[in-house]
């Protein structure tokens, strides 16, 4: 929860280090990639690709999308050579968050 | 230790970008970043020569543009450093974004600024439009009316931008050549009493404190940007007491006297001018000789602090006289507005106080042109006529040719 401007640090100054980790910029997304695992050859492709760290990979295997930090960029799902994963407005799921 | 050059008060003949870098020299800032142009230039080549010749210890970086020198500024003080500038007209123009980064960030950057005019068509003269047009940067604005104002505005700026309540970049206005370059007595101040004032910076979140790492000039989206706003709002409403703290350390320590505006003969004053920087000079003899020679009542408001706008103080001084009449006087256009930028202010001033008095503004000294002391009666000959209900327009440009 971001503090009121009384509580605030002046200028926008950050003294806790690492603190952007907090930040879920996932928020700024307005399309999601949904994983369809049977689909997916695990080629990395996506992991590969993407631009902010999303690919989420367990044992040498694509298992789904950090959505805190997934900003729905799409570059995954244009990459997927399977079409394992597919773009979906993201008002379809925020009713479920 | 670097040399001790003035140690007890003196006066000089200086000019006006002399006596900026002599303050300068006494400031003795840590970073200075400067690129030169006219009428600043002569400012930043006596401070070079402060550097070369060892007399400060400032780290002194000749960038290749204004908005690298404010940039060079942000940067050192960000650091944790005192870090000082100066440029004219289109330099400020140049200087434009940084200038909003300087204050959101809250750094304490203390510049000179010789008011030029801008572009087009192309003139190196004085006008205040380069600081006017600054005016909404989150600055605090001090406008001074010669080369001794200038000296000692600098001197009080390092204390008004460090103040913890504060916490602002200060910049400091003085008219091109008519200021800049003209040769005045100036008392200056002994450099130990001016160390002595001006303090050690006491740096907030500094870059350099390794042990407590911070970051600057982060993102602030949607969710946050607004409350910096806000806060700085608040340090500006502060500057209003700060600036006034410091102008009565000054006057304790010193002797002369800095209020947020100067009232000359408002007291039983029929008309009001007001006016900012070299030109209420011209305006106080002016005042003088029509109370000597005709018996007209006229007194003048000149305004030091522009940002924050001392709205109360001047509507005290209005208040407080007789006023029948107030005439702006602007060396600056806001073409598109009512009149100029300095007229909007006051008629603010008036509506806060639900108090309304015929108010016409005088467009002048544009491009450097002349105000002379017929220019200035042929206004109060205005504000009588409006005084005594004839239309007058809003906007008359003195000494224009027709």
């Not at chain 1, 009121?4 to 280090?17: D, S």
């Not at chain 1, 997916?40 to 990979?57: A, G, R, T």
């Not at chain 1, 694509?62 to 979906?88: F, Q, R, S």
Request: proline share 5%; aromatic share 10%.
């Amino acid at each position: 929860m971001i503090k009121g401007w009384r509580e605030l640090k002046i200028g926008g100054v950050i003294t806790e280090p690492g603190s952007s980790e907090k930040y879920n910029t996932g928020e700024w997304r307005a399309w999601r990639p949904v994983f369809e695992a049977d689909k997916c050859v695990n080629c990395m492709l996506c992991w590969v690709f993407c631009p902010d760290s999303s690919i989420l990979v367990e044992e040498e295997k694509m298992v789904g999308v950090d959505y805190d930090h997934c900003k729905g960029c799409g570059i995954c799902a244009h990459e997927c050579p399977t079409n394992a994963l597919e773009m979906k407005p993201e008002y379809l799921f925020r009713e479920e968050d | 230790m670097r040399p001790e050059l003035i140690k007890e008060v003196t006066y000089v003949p200086y000019s006006g970008n002399m006596a900026a870098a002599e303050a300068m020299r006494q400031i003795n800032p840590d970073v200075v970043a400067a690129y030169p142009i006219t009428p600043q230039t002569e400012l930043m080549q006596f401070f070079a020569d402060f550097v070369a010749n060892g007399l400060v210890d400032s780290e002194y970086i000749p960038v290749e543009s204004e908005h690298s020198a404010m940039s060079a500024c942000v940067g050192a003080a960000a650091a944790g450093s005192r870090a000082m500038t100066a440029t004219a007209g289109p330099g400020l123009a140049y200087m434009w974004e940084v200038l909003g980064i300087a204050s959101g960030m809250r750094l304490p950057i203390v510049m000179t600024v010789v008011n030029r005019a801008l572009s087009a068509p192309i003139n190196i003269h004085g006008d205040q439009s380069d600081m006017m047009g600054a005016r909404d940067q989150g600055w605090i604005m001090l406008f001074s009316e010669n080369a001794e104002e200038q000296y000692d505005n600098l001197i009080q700026a390092i204390r008004i931008a460090e103040d913890e309540r504060t916490r602002l970049p200060v910049m400091v206005g003085m008219d091109g050549f008519v200021i800049s370059h003209a040769i005045e007595r100036v008392r200056l101040l002994p450099d130990r009493a001016v160390e002595e004032f001006v303090g050690e910076l006491k740096p907030m979140y500094p870059l350099l404190d390794v042990d407590n790492p911070v970051t600057h000039g982060a993102v602030a989206m949607t969710d946050s940007y607004m409350e910096f706003k806000r806060q700085q709002r608040e340090a500006m409403t502060n500057a209003y007491k700060v600036i006034k703290e410091v102008g009565e350390a000054f006057e304790e320590a010193f002797g002369r006297k800095y209020e947020h505006i100067e009232t000359y003969k408002t007291e039983d004053a029929d008309y009001i001018l007001v006016i900012t920087g070299s030109a209420a000079g011209t305006a106080k003899y002016v005042v003088d000789k029509l109370r000597e020679e005709k018996s007209i009542k006229a007194g003048l408001i000149k305004i030091r602090t522009f940002r924050p706008f001392p709205y109360n103080d001047v509507m005290d001084a209005i208040e407080a006289s007789n006023c029948k009449a107030i005439g702006i006087f602007d060396r600056a256009e806001t073409f598109g507005g009512a009149s100029g930028p300095l007229f909007e202010e006051v008629a603010t001033t008036q509506y806060l106080r639900r108090k309304y008095y015929p108010m016409t503004g005088f467009i002048y000294g544009l491009g450097g042109r002349d105000t002379n002391v017929n220019h200035i009666e042929e206004a109060i000959d205005k504000l009588m006529r409006l005084a005594a209900g004839e239309e007058i327009p809003l906007v008359n440009y003195l000494n224009l040719k027709e």
